[in-house]
């Protein structure tokens, strides 16, 4: 037997991991000390009423002989919930089929499992700054990597490049780590690069629910032509406060094709083969996250984080702390204050202000010098926080 060897050019441990482990052993050398959490995007609100009362009514039918559900016909997910995500893009703008949307367990899961349909050793162009699991699954699956570089010149939203031949490109808007947000010029230079080179986008749209500046694109069908070279993977992690529920959906339009090949016949038979489908009773809670009581619900928790990153702005405004994001987006990418580099700032944070953000280089080698804060923290701890690292970075006369 041999194991897979691109495992070994993985880094040691998984960014958000590492950080994990740096925070239990200074909570545990510190056990008296209120660590503030800014590090890994997880939210801090609980689920909408009316994803409540829809998960315990699936709950109750799981519990009666004739309204109890086994496996789904369709792994692609109900068609009641596949419904309301065509009616959730029939909102924003576009045209979508039943048979384009495929529900998932989560953003993450796709982000990996749609490799499955791309050959392997493929060469991918991944931005940088990233979400580190669009590297790492990648690596694993021996494909060859190419890096788009976000910079504080572009923006944190490159273009493309014409002299540079790939066959996928990844995009994510708004961006995670930098809150960066493309315009539909940007993303329609991309899709006329993919249309040029026959490449695929992965286009991830998970934190889509943070735009709320109008004429940005919250999905890539709003560009012409990307039903002909993108695949759209979404959740309802952060829009709803999915992230130990675990739904999302991706979008393979039904005539995506490369080299004849149709990617949505070979994403169905893919999921048909390896995946049994999301739970009946988190299909209906996901239902009910895109009625109309789930989106006035849900969009006053998303108010409640744009306002903690307001509140992180603002602290880092009158500090004179240079950022981007925060505006569309539930992250702030903070530089370091006098060119300290992430990890030195990282650990200065966590032992002198008992805060912790997630270190700008684990998403990339651009990422260098910058520190990620999430704004999915409760707004007293985000108050709490920014007195905190200012009154440290005073201390410290790095301000
Ligand atoms: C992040 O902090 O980047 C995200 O929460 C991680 C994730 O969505 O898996």
């Given amino acids: 037997?041999?194991?897979?060897?691109?495992?070994?050019?993985?880094?040691?441990?998984?960014?958000?991991?590492?950080?994990?482990?740096?925070?239990?052993?200074?909570?545990?050398?510190?056990?008296?000390?209120?660590?503030?959490?800014?590090?890994?995007?997880d939210v801090t609100q609980p689920l909408a009423p009316s994803i409540i009362t829809a998960l315990s009514q699936a709950t109750k039918e799981m519990s009666q002989a004739d309204t109890f559900r086994g496996y789904c016909d369709d792994a692609e997910g109900y068609e009641f919930l596949r419904a309301a995500v065509t009616d959730h893009?029939?909102?924003?703008?576009?045209?979508?089929?039943?048979?384009?949307?495929?529900?998932?367990?989560?953003?993450?899961?796709?982000?990996?499992?749609?490799?499955?349909?791309?050959?392997?050793?493929?060469?991918?162009?991944?931005?940088?700054?990233?979400?580190?699991?669009?590297?790492?699954?990648?690596?694993?699956?021996?494909?060859?990597?190419?890096?788009?570089?976000?910079?504080?010149?572009?923006?944190?939203a490159p273009l493309?490049?014409?002299?540079?031949?790939?066959?996928?490109?990844?995009?994510?808007?708004?961006?995670?780590?930098?809150?960066?947000?493309?315009?539909?010029?940007g993303l329609a230079a991309w899709v006329a690069y993919a249309l040029e080179h026959n490449a695929l986008i992965i286009f991830d749209s998970a934190y889509e629910a943070f735009i709320r500046e109008p004429g940005l694109p919250h999905t890539i069908y709003e560009i012409e032509g990307?039903?002909?070279?993108?695949?759209?993977?979404?959740?309802?992690?952060?829009?709803?406060?999915?992230?130990?529920?675990?739904?999302?959906?991706?979008?393979?339009?039904r005539n995506?094709?490369?080299?004849?090949?149709?990617?949505?016949?070979?994403?169905?038979?893919?999921?048909?083969?390896?995946?049994?489908?999301?739970?009946?009773i988190v299909q209906r809670a996901a239902q009910a996250a895109l009625s109309e009581t789930g989106r006035k619900e849900t969009a006053e928790q998303v108010d409640t984080y744009l306002r903690n990153a307001q509140i992180i702005g603002d602290a880092f405004d009158s500090m004179g702390i240079a950022y981007t994001g925060g505006r569309n987006a539930p992250y702030i990418w903070a530089r370091c204050p006098k060119g300290m580099c992430s990890w030195d700032f990282f650990d200065l944070m966590l032992e002198k202000a008992h805060c912790v953000a997630t270190p700008g280089v684990g998403f990339g080698s651009a990422g260098e010098g910058f520190v990620r804060f999430s704004a999915f923290g409760r707004t007293d701890d985000c108050k709490t926080a920014m007195e905190r690292i200012q009154q440290m970075l005073e201390e410290e006369e790095l301000i």
């Fill in 256 to 280: 995506l094709e490369v080299c004849e090949s149709n990617l949505n016949a070979f994403w169905r038979r893919r999921q048909n083969t390896k995946f049994n489908g999301v739970p009946y």
């Fill in 89 to 156: 893009y029939a909102r924003l703008g576009a045209d979508l089929g039943l048979d384009e949307v495929f529900i998932s367990d989560g953003a993450k899961s796709d982000l990996g499992n749609i490799l499955d349909i791309i050959e392997s050793g493929s060469k991918i162009l991944i931005p940088d700054p990233v979400y580190p699991a669009y590297v790492d699954t990648n690596v694993m699956n021996g494909n060859t990597i190419l890096y788009s570089k976000g910079t504080i010149e572009n923006g944190f």
């Fill in 160 to 185: 493309p490049d014409d002299s540079v031949d790939v066959d996928v490109v990844y995009i994510c808007s708004p961006n995670n780590p930098t809150g960066a947000v493309y315009t539909a010029e």
């Fill in 1 to 41: 037997m041999r194991a897979n060897s691109n495992f070994d050019r993985l880094e040691q441990s998984y960014l958000f991991s590492t950080v994990a482990r740096k925070v239990a052993a200074f909570k545990q050398a510190n056990p008296d000390v209120t660590v503030i959490k800014m590090g890994i995007g």
């Fill in 226 to 253: 990307a039903e002909k070279c993108a695949i759209e993977i979404s959740s309802f992690s952060k829009r709803a406060g999915f992230t130990g529920v675990r739904c999302g959906f991706t979008v393979v339009p």
